[in-house]
């Protein structure tokens, strides 16, 4: 297989294990035949039951109070009203779906935060698959609403205890497992990331925010946007929010990083206090992938850190990795302080109450909405329920100007 | 071409015994110690795990050893200025994850990413002969072949129970030292009993036959015992693989470097005494 088949520039690639290559191949196979030539009507199915299940098309919506806040028209994707309330399920759906036609009978994912994960527990027992989530204990832990979500939609849990148990041990231990079982079971994995072509069929899956949004953009405000704004932690909202805007030059695309509580990083240590991978890592590969990580000068990963989980990880898709080197994208970054000010704000100007990933790219607003144009179109990746005890116990911690007053509460 | 360190030592050893350990559990200064013993217990080879703080490749044996290892500060730098001082018969082989070969001596800020022959011309000073890396198919293996090729290591390429006809035809043809047989789906660590995974990719394999010009084939993963050493030997193997069992035994024993000595003659026993049964090939 050519070079460029397989990766995007220098990113990419397929850096697994040989028991993996032929699932990988099997993989690709079926990706070319059913999602991108429609064989036995694959996509009809899927689009189906994203309209039905998942609540598709999401509306593109003006914020008014944004709008007139920061001067501009302010568009906001609102993939929060996705089933599950994220976009997450595109890719889960689209992923386990692809899995019953390649006649897989067991399905497994990681999760973080465990957005990913419930997204595909409710895909699997929507389509009747055995589905087994692996998620780092510190998570498991951190994250009890969403671990029953999985246990109710039927899906098995299990904890994982190596090295800080979050996210990145979850992936090694869904490599591990598909390393055994390959044969008969498909591995979701849940962002643009992984080997090829996982990061261009998840995109692919994901594509339908932007494609749905430059529709909706030219209908609504009779333009393209200026510049289109979206978080990254692996980067699948983000493509999803980038790709069918990609060869619009005059669109700028902001990829909006976890600044966490500081770009700098403790090399001694092994930590890196935020998840800013395109803004300040460097090249390696990290599960599957050639792309930009956050690593020592050894090759070490870092432990990340963000107050969004669902942001906190290492490493970042390849594609956008690229679409940084190649200046089509900019990535930029928003501190967890700004973050949680973004969230209150959006809930109390729009009643919209955005996950503390989406967060990250409304925070960009308030940073630099003089550097976006005259029409914005913000990614709205998912709702903020499963944050809301992240965010008082964060809030409580800082003194946010945007933070509401809960004095009803008794101290 | 003419044979490397390490295809000469399986041929002359026939059949060899390759073991693994990860460096610096729990120091590089006992490393060394285990190294020299195991080459006193008979090992042909010898693979040093260089640690990697994301091992997929691994079981919770080796991912504990890489642990230990990385918590007592092992870095690359250290790790080869312990291969620096050792002195083997047994050739001595890296096993490592991507990321560290391409990390070393890189400064991270080039143009065109991160380049793999600093770490390649490293290992060849300390005098290692060869390098494996498990999460490397050969689709990707194109920069560290030809480094390897200019600084005369060899790169060990693994054959899995899924790797089938124009895979398995493009590994072999890439392969030098030794063809790594994986036995059995899966992740590394020590198990009660052979694979008949392994039987059938010795079959598979039997077509690329060591006394005709291709490579040594060894298997591993899972491999703990003397019976299982003969088993695979009988079946068709020139050499056996072992670590998890070490790393148990450096984890547990009371004097680990008698008890690897010990081991290591036990498994060599036992493959020699499966070369016994084995049907006469040569
Ligand atoms: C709502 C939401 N947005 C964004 C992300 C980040 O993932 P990605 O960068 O792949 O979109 C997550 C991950 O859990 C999420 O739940």
């Known amino acids: 297989m050519s070079e460029s088949e397989t990766s995007f520039g220098r990113y990419g690639g397929q850096y697994v294990p040989e028991a993996l290559m032929p699932a990988l191949e099997e993989l690709e196979d079926a990706y070319q035949r059913y999602v991108l030539e429609n064989e036995d009507g694959f996509l009809d199915e899927f689009e189906e039951r994203m309209r039905e299940f998942g609540g598709r098309p999401t509306p593109l919506q003006r914020a008014d109070r944004l709008s007139e806040r920061y001067g501009r028209e302010v568009y906001l994707k609102r993939e929060d009203l996705v ?53 780092g204990r510190t998570d498991v832990n951190r994250q009890r609403p969403n671990v029953y979500r999985m246990r109710m939609n039927g899906a098995a849990v299990n904890p994982v205890d190596a090295g800080s148990a979050t996210l990145k041990e979850a992936i090694n231990a869904t490599l591990r497992d598909w390393a055994t079982t390959v044969e008969t079971t498909h591995y979701v994995i849940g962002s643009v990331v992984g080997p090829h072509p ?30 289109v704004v979206a978080c990254a932690g692996g980067g699948s909202n983000t493509m999803g929010a980038f790709h069918a805007f990609v ?63 669902g942001l906190d990880y290492a490493g970042v898709g390849p594609e956008l990795s690229h679409l940084v080197a190649t200046d089509r994208v900019t990535p930029v970054s928003v501190d967890d302080e700004t973050a949680l000010n973004a969230f209150h704000r959006l809930s109390r100007l729009e009643g919209i109450i955005p996950a503390l990933e989406s967060s990250h790219a409304l925070g960009y607003l308030e940073d630099a909405a003089e550097d976006l144009g005259e029409v914005v179109v913000v990614n709205v990746s ?30 | 071409m003419t044979d490397s360190d390490i295809e000469r030592a399986i041929r002359e050893h026939h059949p ?94 080039s143009r065109d990413g991160p380049d793999v022959r600093p770490f390649v011309e490293r290992a060849a ?17 194109g920069p560290l072949k030809a480094a390897c090729e ?20 493009t590994i072999m043809s890439q392969a030098s030292g030794f063809v790594y047989v994986q036995a059995r789906l899966g992740t590394t660590g020590a198990r009660a009993d052979v694979s008949g995974a392994t039987h059938e990719s010795l079959e598979r394999l039997a077509a690329y036959d060591a006394s005709a010009d291709g490579v040594p084939k060894a298997v591993g993963f899972g491999v703990s015992e003397a019976d299982h050493a003969a088993e695979i030997v009988t079946a068709g193997a020139d050499g056996v693989i072992v670590g998890s069992a070490l790393i148990d035994l450096i984890a547990d024993a009371d004097d680990p470097a008698a008890a690897l000595e010990a081991k290591a003659r036990e498994l060599k026993g036992g493959a020699e005494a499966g070369l016994a049964d084995a049907p006469t090939k040569q």
């Open chain 1, 83 to 135: 089933h599950g309330g994220a976009h997450k399920l595109n890719n889960a759906l689209g992923q386990v779906l692809l899995a019953k036609y390649m006649g897989k009978e067991r399905i497994i994912a990681e999760t973080g935060a465990g957005q990913h994960g419930t997204a595909t527990a409710m895909a699997a027992a929507h389509l009747e698959m055995p589905c087994e989530i692996y998620m």
């Open chain 1, 198 to 227: 996982f990061p261009k069929m998840v995109r692919d899956f994901q594509a339908v925010i932007s494609e749905e949004a430059r529709e909706q953009i030219q209908a609504q405000a009779g333009r393209l946007p200026d510049s």
């Open chain 1, 247 to 309: 060869p619009d030059e005059s669109v700028a695309l902001y990829a909006v990083e976890a600044g966490g509580s500081s770009l700098d990083i403790d090399e001694e240590a092994g930590l890196a206090p935020n998840s800013a991978t395109l803004s300040t890592g460097t090249d390696g590969v990290l599960h599957g992938a050639m792309t930009k990580l956050l690593q020592s000068g050894d090759g070490q990963i870092m432990e990340s850190h963000s107050v969004s989980a």
């Open chain 1, 382 to 411: 998912g709702r903020g329920d499963k944050d809301l005890e992240t965010v008082l116990e964060e809030t409580e911690k800082r003194d946010l100007e945007a933070a509401p007053d809960v004095e009803v509460f008794e101290r």
């Open chain 2, 16 to 109: 060899a015994l390759i073991t693994y350990i990860t460096a610096g559990d729990p120091s590089l200064e006992e490393t060394k110690a285990y190294v020299e013993a195991l080459d006193r217990g008979g090992s042909d080879l010898i693979e040093l795990g260089l640690p990697f703080s994301e091992p997929i490749a691994e079981g919770p044996t080796i991912q504990a050893a890489i642990n230990r290892s990385l918590a007592a500060g092992t870095t690359p730098r250290r790790f080869f200025e312990m291969v620096d001082d050792l002195e083997t018969d047994a050739p001595l082989l890296v096993m490592t994850y991507y990321n560290m070969v391409l990390q070393y001596g890189s400064s991270g800020e």
């Open chain 2, 125 to 141: 000073e300390a005098g290692l002969s060869g390098i494996i890396v498990p999460d490397l198919p050969a689709e990707e293996s």
């Open chain 2, 150 to 169: 200019e600084f005369g290591l060899d790169l060990v390429f693994i054959v899995a129970p899924t790797t089938a006809g124009e895979r398995l035809e």
